[in-house]
């Protein structure tokens, strides 16, 4: 989804001056504590993982290993106060009418596994915004986000390329 | 034919086992809560119908652990997922079955071992919900010889 070229903006248009104005916004997360040995294993059970409850996969000195995508679709790195939507990950504000937000996308790079002891740091950077016109004419916004997760030596663990897709509440309710 | 776990060496074309995977509440609950996502599309289904949706939605993240799985559980436990890019397609609601397929699209050998890059689909019903590209690495200990390998025909 291309984004559109400034001043083209159509009548119903979600991708603002004031939304494009967002692209290279950053945002950094570092977790309260650790990756404990027993948030991998409910990752674990909770995937559907095969031998979830037996001893994991350790590293040369021990360290549990967790299941590769458990560092990109984790939020315990985030703290703060659960907000009322329930969800504590990374939210971009963005100047939307109110609508629907929906996944598009996640494209995930692995470097390392995450491991037991790891204290995280996630860091976001709104990298595009797009909008194209579904088959009813409705709009359907997309933000992309790049998101990188560290470790405590600022070595990366994984990458992870975030599409999200934004539907007008009103659109919605017309389909 | 699928095979439950991957050939010595394999080949484009090699089709991984289908996995069904129920998505009862429980389970979904189980995902929120282990993902610290307590966002109630995954679990409200009056919150879910007054954003437009049938019932409570899986999240769409929740897939990655899934195919993440099947492929560990093919490859075995010493190959290492390197990528998985995913499109989410259709939304996936509380108590619909999946079934999650794969395919081997290319293999490649360098000093790291061998390269094995796949396909994947989730599908729900008659749909695809989600489409996956993956990356596996086979470490030249897993009884390959980089640089030897054979790309092949697809079977």
């Known amino acids: 989804m291309a984004g559109n070229q400034p001043g083209t903006e159509r009548a119903g248009s979600l991708l603002t001056a004031e939304l494009r104005a967002m692209v290279g916004s950053r945002a950094s997360y570092t977790a309260a504590e650790p990756v404990t040995r027993s948030a991998i294993r409910y990752f674990a059970r909770a995937a559907g993982i095969d031998d979830a409850?037996?001893?994991?996969a350790v590293d040369e000195r021990g360290a549990a290993l967790a299941p590769p995508t458990m560092v990109c679709e984790t939020n315990e790195f985030y703290a703060g106060t659960l907000p009322g939507h329930g969800y504590l990950g990374h939210v971009?504000?963005?100047?939307?009418?109110?609508s629907?937000?929906?996944r598009g996308g996640n494209e995930y790079v692995?470097?390392?596994?995450?491991?037991?002891?790891?204290?995280?740091?996630?860091?976001w950077r709104l990298a595009e915004v797009g909008e194209r016109r579904t088959r009813s004419g409705g709009v359907l916004l997309s933000v992309v986000s790049?998101?990188?997760?560290?470790?405590?030596?600022?070595?990366?663990?994984?990458?992870?390329?975030?599409?999200?897709?934004?539907?007008?509440?009103?659109?919605?309710?017309a389909d | 034919m699928p095979t439950d776990?991957?050939?010595?060496l394999p080949r484009p074309g090699d089709e991984l086992p289908e996995v069904r995977v129920d998505l009862g509440s429980s389970r979904l609950v189980a995902y929120a809560g282990a993902t610290w996502d307590w966002h109630p599309l995954h679990h409200d289904t009056a919150y879910a119908r007054a954003a437009g949706l049938e019932r409570p939605v899986a999240d769409g993240q929740m897939f990655g652990a899934l195919l993440a799985s099947a492929l560990q559980r093919w490859a075995g436990g010493s190959a290492r997922l390197e990528s998985l890019g995913m499109r989410y397609r259709r939304?996936?609601?509380?108590?619909?079955?999946?079934?999650?397929?794969?395919?081997?699209t290319g293999v490649d050998g360098d000093?790291?071992?061998?390269?094995?890059?796949?396909?994947?689909?989730?599908?729900?019903?008659?749909?695809?919900?989600?489409?996956?590209?993956?990356?596996?690495?086979?470490?030249?200990?897993?009884?390959?010889q980089a640089g030897r390998v054979d790309e092949g025909t697809p079977r």
């Open chain 2, 91 to 104: 939304p996936v609601y509380v108590d619909d079955t999946v079934a999650l397929a794969g395919r081997v």
């Open chain 1, 100 to 102: 629907r937000g929906l």
């Open chain 1, 146 to 173: 790049d998101v990188e997760y560290v470790d405590a030596g600022g070595d990366v663990i994984a990458r992870n390329r975030e599409t999200m897709l934004y539907q007008p509440m009103a659109a919605v309710d």
């Open chain 2, 5 to 8: 776990r991957r050939p010595l």
């Open chain 1, 53 to 56: 409850d037996e001893p994991p």
């Open chain 1, 92 to 98: 971009w504000d963005l100047p939307l009418p109110p």
């Open chain 2, 111 to 144: 000093e790291d071992g061998v390269r094995v890059r796949l396909e994947q689909t989730v599908r729900n019903g008659g749909s695809i919900a989600v489409s996956a590209t993956a990356a596996l690495l086979l470490p030249p200990s897993a009884g390959h």
């Open chain 1, 110 to 123: 692995f470097f390392r596994p995450l491991r037991e002891g790891d204290v995280v740091t996630v860091h």
